[in-house]
């Protein structure tokens, strides 16, 4: 006798956010109706997507195996962003405002709104803003970048239960999306989507980042985490139904396996990372090496295909 | 849960008046408020002094839909006046209800499956309400052999205990919450169960008290709907809470807001 396999059906699908602008270029993420790749139990109507991250400062401290594919333009953040999208196929960006960090310059808004522009200009593909990680000089520049970029539908962070009033109000005043983390919490998770909403922000424009944390450092967790919390979204669970993105390029690229190691190891730590977790529900990927990044986005193609179906 | 809004009922003096007079506003505040408050689902019953239930059941119904779009259960003893609402609801209804009497759930399968619709079934039969939980148990199982003779899925049945007011029938209390559970188990997918809340407090002190209290036990057993005001706040709170502790819900500091927003 044949084993009849249990198919579990959603009753209300993942949001679906939009980053970008129509005329330009417009990536839609999320949408999903099911765990992920099970074609059987629902659609993705939408692949997950994968971004190319590039720092607005020259990087301090990566590795020589993530320096050689960018070569000098690292130390031209609109020249990197354009090699990241003519010559590795990047159809999102992310740039992580490093130069504003107290370690790294504390450089105020009006150095970097130009290069947002100019990258912008450039590359008009949608963009992902993050600041250099400082509460306090975030809360300064967001703001003023946020109104810069004004109509640009960009996706900008990161906000989280202690420090979110400033950004959303910005993000909201401007038309951006927004960056809600939780430390590997599914309850704070929700509890930040809450507290984001209540402002009067669309859900519709949240994405959850649930913390990265790379093979061999606790991935498992953030993969339960996920994992709960999609299957409560499916249930109709409106305050987790925001898709989810990860940052596995910076977080790979921080382990002594990727760092230390001959040159594939980090690339493939990269890979792997990236792998579990869209097989955990990720739907944006943020990435640091274009050959990583170009691996992910086949295999993305191949499960979106059928697999070995096909 | 499922909670059934139950404050649109003649027998309520304000809106019996409002039905005898037709003041739609009155309605109209009292459907859109108890959706407000979390009911997913609105009783509709003319109470017992309409002159004439078949039209004010139309009324009611026509009124109701003008403000709000959530199912509706009509609630009515005859099927005539069941049947002439069933013709106008926009959404999926629930029959509100048959007992276990076989002419009874004949006529009201009948309508059900003619208009696709779920059906509440109460646990009692001509004899009245059993007060046992072994006869409520005998009672629902015919309610759910019946349904499924016509071709009614079980989840499309919530099957009612019946709840009998602490101060009269105190025995009942651990019988109904007992059958609660029972009832899940008599055929998988299981059928849904619901209460009328309200009964269990009727000529007690402390009215909201006793409600939420019993709610309360009632969701730990497994209830799955109930007939309630949904205008009571620590009511509806406790309700929230309970299916917190039973993990249907994840966990945030502001969890009765994050259930308001679904």
């Keep these: 006798m044949p084993i009849e396999l249990i198919k579990e059906k959603c009753s209300s699908p993942i949001n679906s956010v939009e980053i970008g602008v129509s005329g330009k270029k417009v990536v839609t993420i999320g949408g999903e109706s099911a765990m992920p790749f099970l074609f059987d139990e629902g659609n993705m109507p939408n692949a997950p997507r994968v971004a190319l991250e590039i720092l607005d400062s020259e990087p301090a401290e990566w590795p020589e195996e993530l320096i050689r594919p960018f070569g000098d333009s690292l130390k031209d953040p609109v020249g990197w962003a354009v090699k990241c999208v003519k010559d590795f196929g990047a159809g999102i960006l992310c740039v992580r405002l490093q130069s504003t960090h107290p370690d790294y310059g504390s450089k105020d808004a009006d150095h970097v709104i130009p290069i947002l522009k100019s990258i912008i200009k450039e590359t008009a593909v949608p963009l992902i803003v993050i600041g250099g990680g400082d509460d306090e000089r975030d809360n300064i520049v967001l703001p003023k970048v946020s109104q810069a970029l004004k109509g640009e539908n960009c996706l900008l962070g990161i906000a989280t239960q202690n420090n979110y009033k400033t950004l959303a109000a910005t993000a909201l005043a401007d038309g951006h999306s927004i960056i809600a983390e939780s430390p590997i919490d599914i309850n704070i998770a929700k509890q930040v989507n809450i507290l984001i909403s209540d402002m009067g922000f669309n859900p519709h424009k949240?994405?959850?980042?649930?913390?990265?944390t790379s093979l061999g450092y606790g991935m498992e967790y953030v993969y339960s985490?996920?994992?709960?919390?999609?299957?409560?979204?499916?249930?109709?669970?409106?305050?987790?139904?925001?898709?989810?993105?990860?940052?596995?390029?910076?977080?790979?690229?921080?382990?002594?396996e990727a760092k230390e190691a001959a040159s594939a190891q980090g690339v493939n730590w990269e890979i792997t990372t990236a792998v579990s977790m869209l097989q955990a529900g990720a739907d944006l990927l943020v990435m640091r090496h274009p050959e990583a990044a170009e691996n992910v986005r086949k295999y993305i193609e191949i499960v979106m295909n059928g697999g070995g179906k096909k | 849960m499922i909670v059934i809004g139950e404050l649109i009922n003649g027998m309520y003096k304000d809106v019996g008046k409002a039905i005898a007079n037709k003041e739609s506003d009155v309605i109209?505040?009292?459907?859109?408020?108890?959706?407000?408050?979390?009911?997913?689902?609105?009783?509709?019953?003319?109470?017992p002094y309409s002159q004439n239930p078949k039209d004010d059941m139309k009324w009611l119904i026509e009124t109701i839909q003008g403000v709000v779009q959530v199912p509706l259960a009509?609630?009515?003893?005859k099927a005539d006046v069941i049947e002439e609402g069933l013709k106008l609801v926009a959404k999926r209804a629930i029959i509100n209800s048959t007992n276990a009497d076989e002419a009874?759930?004949?006529?009201?399968?009948?309508?059900?499956?003619?208009?696709?619709t779920q059906?509440?079934?109460?646990?009692?039969?001509?004899?009245?309400?059993?007060?046992?939980?072994?006869?409520?148990?005998?009672?629902a199982a015919a309610i759910v052999a019946k349904a499924m003779e016509f071709g009614i899925n079980a989840e499309d049945l919530f099957l009612d205990p019946i709840v009998l007011p602490l101060n009269v029938a105190q025995a009942q209390g651990s019988e109904v919450l007992e059958s609660i559970r029972e009832f899940r188990l008599l055929c998988d997918p299981a059928p849904n169960t619901t209460i009328g809340l309200s009964n269990v407090s009727q000529g007690t002190k402390f009215r909201p008290l006793v409600n939420r209290t019993f709610l309360t036990m009632a969701v730990a057993n497994g209830l799955t709907s109930a007939i309630l005001d949904p205008l009571d706040k620590e009511l509806m709170d406790a309700m929230i809470t309970a299916e917190l502790v039973l993990n249907k819900a994840i966990y945030c500091d502001s969890f009765l807001e994050a259930y308001r927003k679904r």
Excluded at chain 2, 28 to 47: E, I, P
């Design chain 2, 119 to 139: 059906v509440i079934g109460l646990a009692m039969d001509k004899s009245g309400v059993p007060n046992s939980k072994e006869k409520r148990l005998e009672l």
């Design chain 2, 104 to 116: 009874k759930m004949a006529v009201i399968f009948g309508l059900a499956k003619k208009y696709n």
């Design chain 2, 28 to 47: 109209q505040h009292l459907a859109a408020d108890q959706v407000m408050a979390g009911a997913s689902v609105l009783d509709v019953n003319t109470g």
């Design chain 1, 225 to 256: 985490i996920m994992e709960r919390g999609r299957l409560a979204a499916f249930i109709g669970d409106k305050m987790l139904a925001m898709p989810f993105i990860l940052f596995v390029g910076s977080e790979a690229w921080k382990t002594k």
């Design chain 1, 206 to 212: 949240i994405l959850m980042h649930p913390t990265t």
């Design chain 2, 74 to 77: 009509l609630d009515s003893t």
